[in-house]
C-alpha cells in the first residue's frame, strides 16, 4: 500500500520556465511534508517542508503547495534552471499512531530534466 | 557545519556474512533516522533513533538491528546477508525539535552482496 505516490515518473521542462511536480497521499494521519532532490548514488538533498498548518511555504525558486482536503501536495519551481535536472521525492510524517516525525515515508520520485 | 558523513562509502560482502555501517549526524542534531533505497522498493524506513532509544521501526527483518551512542552517532548492523541486502543505505540526522523536523542526509552506504 503506497501511502505516498508521485503519479509522474517523469517531466521535462525549457529552462526559465515554471516546473510543476506533484504529489498525492492517502494517510490523513500525516501532517509534515518535505521535498528533496536527489542525485544518482547520493544522499537527498532537502529542499523545502511545510507543515500542515499551512497551505503554502516559499524560499526562494522553491514554493511548496498543501491541499490538505485533496490530500496533494506539489513544488514549484520558478524559474527552472538546467542544475535543477535531478530525481524529487516528496515525502511524508506524522506523530500520530505512535510513530514520529523521524519517520519518513517517500514517494517514488519524478525525473525532472531542466532543457537549456 | 559538518554534514552527515556515514562511513564507509562502499562495501562488498559475501553472502551470509554481516556489516556493520557508521552514521555520525550534524552536531547538535538528536534524531538519527535510517533507509534503504533499492530500484524496486525506492526509500525505505528501517529504523530512528534518538537519545540512544529506538523510536520506530519499519517493516524489515530482525536481521536488520541498529544503535545510538551517547554523542549521537549511530550504527547498523545486518547479519546473514543476503542477496536482496544489496543497497543504498542512507543515514539522516535531524534537530527534533520545536518544529523543525527537516532531516539531513549523508551521502549514503553502497553495500554489495555477493
Known amino acids: 500500500d503506497q501511502q505516498v505516490k508521485q503519479n509522474s515518473p517523469s517531466l521535462s521542462v525549457q529552462e526559465g520556465r515554471i516546473s510543476i511536480l506533484n504529489c498525492d497521499y492517502t494517510n490523513s494521519m500525516f501532517d509534515y511534508f518535505l521535498w528533496y532532490k536527489k542525485y544518482p548514488a547520493e544522499g537527498p538533498t532537502f529542499l523545502i517542508s511545510i507543515s500542515s498548518i499551512k497551505d503554502k511555504n516559499e524560499d526562494g525558486r522553491f514554493t511548496v503547495f498543501l491541499n490538505k482536503s485533496a490530500k496533494h501536495l506539489s513544488l514549484h519551481i520558478v524559474p527552472s534552471q538546467p542544475g535543477d535536472s535531478a530525481v524529487y521525492f516528496c515525502a511524508a510524517s506524522g506523530r500520530a499512531g505512535g510513530t514520529s516525525y523521524g519517520k519518513l515515508t517517500f514517494g517514488q520520485g519524478t525525473i525532472l530534466t531542466v532543457h537549456p | 557545519k559538518a554534514g552527515v558523513t556515514q562511513t564507509p562509502r562502499y562495501l562488498i560482502k559475501t553472502r551470509g556474512q554481516q556489516v556493520t555501517l557508521s552514521c555520525s549526524p550534524i552536531?547538535?542534531?538528536?534524531?538519527v533516522s535510517w533507509y534503504q533505497q533499492t530500484p524496486g522498493q525506492g526509500l525505505q524506513f528501517l529504523f530512528e533513533y534518538f537519545s540512544e532509544t529506538q523510536r520506530n521501526k519499519g517493516n524489515f527483518p530482525g536481521r536488520f538491528s541498529g544503535r545510538q551512542f551517547s554523542n549521537s552517532r549511530s550504527e547498523m548492523n545486518v547479519s546473514t546477508l543476503e542477496l536482496g541486502d544489496s543497497a543504498l543505505y542512507l543515514c539522516a540526522s535531524s534537530l527534533a525539535a520545536g518544529l523543525s523536523y527537516e532531516q539531513y542526509f549523508g551521502p549514503g552506504t553502497r553495500l554489495t552482496v555477493t
Open positions: 552536531s547538535g542534531h538528536r534524531s
